[in-house]
């Protein structure tokens, strides 16, 4: 999605006020690798009794309602479906996240219950979410399978993950909250910036919706697009398009809870048509305070737990986006939509390939990324393009990387003018 752009609130184009800057200062620090493992496709899952007839509103005060929403307790069901375009990773058994990782890499702990190991498995097919939250310190999210059921739990400074097929548990210290997120608004009964690692990736509408409110700007068009029925609330529709000409994304609808201003679904369509890459609503949503023992969790008799390290989720960098902006070994690279973040691998080593004969990777990883890949060149000299229906990236012999929810001409057009 765009950097960090402000938000444009109305249907005219408009130039923003208050609500744009009050839009803005919600996001979700999600990096582009976390957001391709997160952030990624969904198909509709909401019943829809017909649309409702509600008072007209502005797309600029549609957006100054979602960021007044000061919603911290809620529970419900989540539908998420993912879209990517992909290619299946069944086939690599074991732990989907540790799937692309280096021989011998055993990941962030080497747990099954790892939030980092079960990150992926996100990024495609369908999947049911039960989720709580009571403020910034208290949030469970459980994702239901058939047989069995994975929870990540954070309750104060304590984070739990637990999975019920292998019977293994996972736990860290969350960071001290310093102060800075005392401050109610929408989205902060999300994990934030203060989660445990892979924790801090969005898992709900709203989550999601901020992080795109935060991307609108002048390069973009927001307009209020009917009424919908979600999770039996009545709901506004906000529609986001780039105007950019070169971004993947097509459109983002948004499904904005009438009365409370929550985000109650979150719709990514590309720009190269077909089903949603991502489609994430609430199936039943409460907004009643949930019960105290929801957070609570002690590990069963017999499971395996494994103690991690206190994390800090991954930062997006900042900065002004019309021209390169220094951030550690990062880089942005063009405007709004467009925007391209070029990064340095590890030493700056060439990415490890099957002509190179490295073995780093499992030949079952080489062969997914040999499936996605087209080699390229240019000013910048040779390298591979990834791609997904949504995230792209450009690979360097140089061990550089380009990557953004653009298309494989504007991750080129990047890497040389980096030159």
């Known amino acids: 999605m765009a950097p960090n752009d402000s938000a444009q609130t109305t249907e005219e184009d408009r130039e923003p006020s208050a609500g744009r800057r009050m839009a803005a200062r919600y996001g979700v620090p999600v990096a582009v690798a976390g957001v391709a493992a997160a952030t990624i496709g969904l198909v509709p899952a909401l019943a829809a009794t017909g649309d409702p007839e509600l008072p007209k509103i502005s797309a600029q005060e549609l957006i100054e309602k979602i960021a007044a929403s000061d919603t911290e307790q809620l529970s419900g069901s989540v539908k998420i479906t993912t879209d990517l375009g992909l290619p299946s990773l069944g086939g690599f058994g074991g732990a989907a996240g540790g799937a692309l990782a280096p021989k011998g890499d ?27 939250a009571d ?8 994702v239901l399978d058939d047989a069995a059921e994975y929870s990540l739990i954070r309750n104060g400074d304590e984070v739990w993950a637990y999975d019920s097929a292998s019977n293994e548990a996972y736990h860290a210290t969350s960071p001290k909250d310093d102060g800075k997120d005392a401050e109610k608004g929408a989205g902060k009964h999300q994990w934030g910036e203060k989660g445990a690692g892979a924790e801090g990736a969005p898992a709900t509408p709203q989550d999601f919706a901020e992080q ?5 700007g002048d390069t973009t068009s927001v307009s209020v697009d009917g009424t919908a029925r979600i999770a039996g609330r009545d709901a506004y529709q906000l529609l986001i398009k780039p105007k950019q000409s070169g971004s993947t994304v097509g459109s983002i609808k948004i ?33 009643a305070k949930p019960a105290a023992s929801t957070f609570d969790f002690t590990p069963p008799k ?8 206190e994390h800090e989720a991954p930062e997006i960098p900042k900065g002004d986006v019309d021209a390169f902006k220094e951030s550690g ?10 925007a391209v973040y070029e990064l340095t691998t590890p030493g700056g080593t060439d990415v490890p390939s099957a002509a190179s004969g ?45 990557v953004g929810a653009v298309t494989k001409d504007v991750l080129v057009k990047a890497a040389n003018e980096a030159k």
């Open 106 to 132: 055993a990941g962030a702990s080497g747990s099954t219950a790892d939030p980092n190991a079960k990150l992926m498995e996100l990024t495609s097919g369908t999947h049911t979410l039960r989720i709580a």
């Open 302 to 309: 017999g499971a395996k737990v494994t103690q991690g390290e």
């Open 135 to 142: 403020g910034p310190d208290k949030q469970r999210v459980s």
């Open 255 to 287: 499904a904005v809870d009438a009365e409370t201003g929550t985000p109650l679904k979150f719709t990514l369509t590309p720009s190269s048509g077909g089903k949603a890459v991502l489609d994430i609503g609430f199936t039943t949503v409460d907004f």
């Open 329 to 338: 070994s990062q880089k942005v690279i063009g405007k709004g939509w467009n």
């Open 212 to 216: 795109a409110l935060k991307a609108s």
């Open 358 to 402: 490295s073995g780093d990777l499992p030949a079952e990883a080489q062969s997914f990324l040999d499936a996605l890949g087209d080699k390229v060149s240019g000013k910048f000299g040779s390298g591979t393009v990834y791609k997904t229906r949504l995230v792209n990236a450009l690979l360097t012999d140089d061990g550089k990387v380009y």
